[in-house]
């Protein structure tokens, strides 16, 4: 059996695959794929409303914010989230945590003078991050954007959001329904699909109603918040085969217990995983442990020497996709809602095997 450590597009529940597998060219008795039919039709309307629901009752999202169904992945709602939201504001806080939150600073620099709060600090000689209440916030800014897990550094936010009336913005490409938030903390969330949602082409956005309406005249259409709710998130044809996918994602996490059940399971392969980093010389973590990312395993082996070999048998094991993201070298571990605490035993024990061997 190969389990699949990519960090996005990432694994998905097997259970899902299989169904979608037996509907594939016959769906719904139908006699066609659900990706050949109209976005339109009575058939797709239904998916599509499913999988919001589903989707709501497991965040819990209020009535008053809409959920739009986007193209475009995560990086497009860094352009969309200024251009959204800044009305007649010229600034807007930006934290800084790590390489995503980076990268939508860099785009917010397009459209406004973006306040960067950098709060990557160090804790025992470990990459840490600020808590929250240092965070210095500008009166003038129209929201605060931070990235509560970042994907590459492996590195997570985890205190909830408690900024007054400061509209909030995140990013929870990464993190989404790995453990229960609060949607009312935040004016916009939004998050790529291909790691805890469905496949990649597929971004969710969740939004406060109150922050539609104030669009950039510039904005194209297809990234405009109002746009899209107007029109169900089908102004222009959406993702439908993603939006369907993602649906049965979402009736899987239902029939796991939801999102409280799915964080259980999250916390029991995290502390697996870095109870084995953390007991042994040989390989090394460099988050400080309250900054520690439960969906992105960053780990190094102290001799980096080592390290191809570590990916060719690991990859034999059944065990893929472990290389780390360039920038931060070694290898990395994504271990999102899909991947079972069996896949998690199976690395751990090819971790110590492999450290009895060449250690
Ligand atoms: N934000 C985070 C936290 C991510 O992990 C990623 C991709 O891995 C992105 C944004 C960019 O997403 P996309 O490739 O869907 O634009």
């Given at each position: 059996q190969v389990f699949n450590f990519s960090s996005g597009p990432a694994m998905l529940p097997v259970e899902v695959l299989r169904r979608a597998e037996q509907e594939l060219c016959n769906w719904n008795g139908l006699g066609t794929s659900v990706m050949e039919i109209s976005h339109r039709s009575k058939e797709f309307m239904q998916v599509a409303q499913d999988a919001e629901k589903d989707f709501r009752d497991l965040l819990k999202i209020p009535s008053n914010y809409k959920v739009l169904f986007c193209h475009g992945g995560a990086r497009a709602q860094f352009a969309a989230v200024p251009m959204n939201l800044l009305g007649q504001a010229k600034s807007a806080d930006y934290v800084d945590g790590g390489y995503w939150a980076q990268s939508a600073i860099k785009e917010a620099h397009k459209y406004c003078v973006p306040n960067v709060i950098d709060a990557k600090t160090t804790v025992d000689g470990k990459r840490a991050i600020t808590a929250m209440k240092s965070w210095a916030l500008n009166?003038?800014?129209?929201y605060v954007h931070f990235c509560p897990n970042e994907t590459i550094d492996g590195?997570?936010?985890?205190e909830q959001p408690d900024f007054g009336d400061k509209v909030v913005v995140a990013d929870l490409s990464s993190t989404i329904l790995s453990h229960s938030i609060d949607?009312?903390?935040?004016g916009v969330i939004y998050a790529g699909a291909q790691k805890n949602i469905g496949p990649a082409g597929l971004t969710l956005v969740i939004v406060r109603d109150d922050l539609l309406g104030k669009a950039s005249q510039a904005l194209p259409s297809v990234l405009d918040y109002s746009v899209l709710a107007e029109n169900e998130s089908m102004f222009n044809t959406p993702p439908t085969f993603a939006w369907y996918l993602s649906g049965l994602v979402f009736k899987w996490l239902k029939e796991q217990g939801g999102v409280d059940e799915i964080d259980k399971v999250n916390q029991a392969k995290a502390d697996l995983l870095y109870g084995v980093i953390d007991r042994s010389d040989f390989y090394r973590n460099d988050v400080a442990v309250a900054n520690r990312s439960r969906m992105n395993v960053p780990f190094q082996l102290a001799d980096a020497a080592l390290d191809k070999r570590f990916l060719e048998e690991s990859f034999d094991a059944g065990?893929?996709?472990l290389k780390g993201h360039r920038v931060v070298g070694g290898m990395r571990a994504s271990i999102y809602n899909a991947m079972p605490l069996e896949g998690v035993k199976a690395l751990t024990d090819f971790m110590v095997d492999f450290e009895r061997r060449h250690g």
């Open positions: 009166d003038d800014a129209a590195i997570a936010i985890n949607v009312t903390r935040y065990l893929h996709a």
